[in-house]
């Protein structure tokens, strides 16, 4: 096959039904004939963070973004990634790669002040927090949250 769509239907469906290694390995071999697809390096990026690769994960989702830089949810999930490992300058600076490219989304906000919050950066993600309650006033977690670093701040005071 010359088009992803069909790997992408197989690797998705096993992916559902919680064959993430054959999910991966579809859309791996999609990509021995598409190796310029986006859409499954970025599921192949996916299957492998879901797996537990977080390198191969890393490379992959960074592959999709030199493609294809505006991609969004690469960007949330390379985020989200490295933020789980810990790395959170480089989580941040994804975050508002995805924000730049996508600024009224509420829910990118909340995980971007969740990374600031484990930088000690407070007034930083107090700010997101606000401007994702403007967003989505009712977004409970980052009513919650913000409710939470108000809290901090205060007893801290």
């Known amino acids: 096959p010359d088009r992803p769509e069909p790997y992408l239907a197989l690797g998705m469906s096993l992916a559902k039904s919680g064959d993430l290694s054959g999910a ?7 990509l021995s004939f598409l190796p310029e697809s986006t859409v499954l390096t970025y599921n192949a990026a996916l299957a492998r963070a ?4 977080s390198d191969a994960a890393i490379r992959m989702f960074r592959k999709t973004l030199e493609r294809e830089p505006g991609h969004v949810q690469a960007r949330e ?6 933020a789980s490992l810990g790395r959170f300058q480089e989580s941040e600076a ?10 009224r989304d509420a829910s990118t906000r909340v995980l ?15 700010t997101q927090l606000k401007i994702a309650l403007e967003l989505d006033p009712l977004d409970t977690s980052a009513a919650e949250l913000l409710r939470s670093l108000d809290d901090k701040i205060s007893f801290d005071k």
């Open 24 to 30: 991966q390995a579809v859309f791996d071999q999609g």
């Open 77 to 82: 999930n390379l985020a989200g990634l490295l």
């Open 112 to 126: 971007l002040a969740r990374v600031l919050l484990a930088q000690s950066k407070l007034a930083d993600a107090k």
């Open 50 to 53: 879901m797996r537990g690769d």
């Open 94 to 103: 994804e975050f508002r790669a995805a924000i730049a490219v996508s600024p």
